[in-house]
């Protein structure tokens, strides 16, 4: 049983959390060894990489001293990482940070109002049309891979048509309703021995969907931007201009708050109001999760100017 607001926290989640948990911890070891402290390296971003080489002047940034303990340092690197955004989002606005202006504000970011320096950020799918090709190609529910002589060879069918020579009267009569969509829709088509292929370029577009959701539209070579523009002008697919994904910020609601979730980690306001665990562990675990995050937004806003830099 599941609350209705519950982060759901699927095998696969748990997985990549533990791995990152690692990475991270591999990672503090070996600044420590080399007599760094991860906390140092976070300032440096900020105030050497940030604020110096990409020009985000006047950015500011407090860590927590060594001698601090874990329950300590949360409650200061916490606000600095809301902080940090707040300063972020006021330059992409005003192209400075005015902190008079950031001291009248003293509420709580939304994350989902953050806004990237670049137009087009991410492209969603939108509408059954993109749903019936990505699932078609790439689900292990689809009926299409059942035929004679491959029966359960394959789970799904661009694994099928990519690995065997497969002509169209294969098909039984149902699944060939399907496949004349995918033909129409130019996302598979006859090769010069008559066997169905996948194309290429529509293919990594249609995995991306599948598999990710959203495509990072500066990631992606001119050939398929130009598809992706094609695909918003006939509203297949939806442009946003935030700094995060719509999961990357599903993800910072769970750590950070309650705002979206019943059974988010809260860690921000549960250390500011002082009902945070009283083990040590516990609070060191937590205080290593707020420095992950940390890093992923440095590598967020790194990201997002260097895009900004190749729209220009």
Do not use: C
């Amino acid at each position: 049983m599941r609350s209705k607001g519950e982060f759901l926290k699927y095998i696969k989640f748990t997985q990549k959390e533990l791995l990152s948990n690692g990475q991270f911890a591999l990672y503090k070891y070996y600044l420590k060894n080399k007599n760094i402290d991860i906390e140092d390296t976070i300032s440096f971003v900020v105030l050497e990489i940030l604020q110096k080489v990409y020009g985000i002047e006047q950015l500011k940034i407090s860590i927590p001293s060594k001698e601090t303990e874990f329950y300590e340092k949360v409650r200061i690197l916490a606000p600095e990482l809301e902080f940090l955004l707040k300063q972020y989002h006021t330059f992409i606005e005003d192209g400075e940070i005015d902190f008079e202006l950031l001291r009248f504000n003293s509420s709580p970011i939304y994350f989902s109002k953050l806004k990237s320096k670049v137009a087009i950020k991410y492209v969603y799918p939108k509408g059954e049309n993109i749903n019936r090709i990505k699932y078609g190609l790439y689900s292990t529910h689809s009926f299409l891979t059942y035929i004679d002589p491959f029966k359960k060879k394959y789970n799904f069918l661009y694994e099928l048509l990519s690995n065997e020579n497969v002509t169209y009267d294969i098909f039984e009569g149902f699944q060939k309703r399907e496949i004349d969509y995918l033909l129409e829709k130019k996302i598979i088509f006859f090769d010069i021995n008559n066997f169905i292929r996948v194309d290429r370029i529509m293919s990594l577009i249609f995995s991306s969907f599948y598999y990710e959701e959203v495509i990072s539209f500066w990631h992606f070579p001119l050939e398929i931007q130009k598809i992706l523009i094609e695909l918003e002008k006939q509203n297949e697919v939806e442009f946003e201009n935030s700094l995060f994904t719509r999961e990357e910020i599903r993800y910072l609601n769970y750590n950070l708050n309650k705002k979206e979730f019943s059974n988010g980690l809260d860690l921000r306001n549960k250390y500011i109001h002082g009902s945070n665990s009283e083990s040590k562990d516990v609070q060191e675990n937590d205080y290593n999760v707020i420095l992950k995050i940390f890093i992923l937004i440095l590598l967020k806003i790194e990201d997002d100017i260097l895009l900004s830099k190749r729209e220009n």
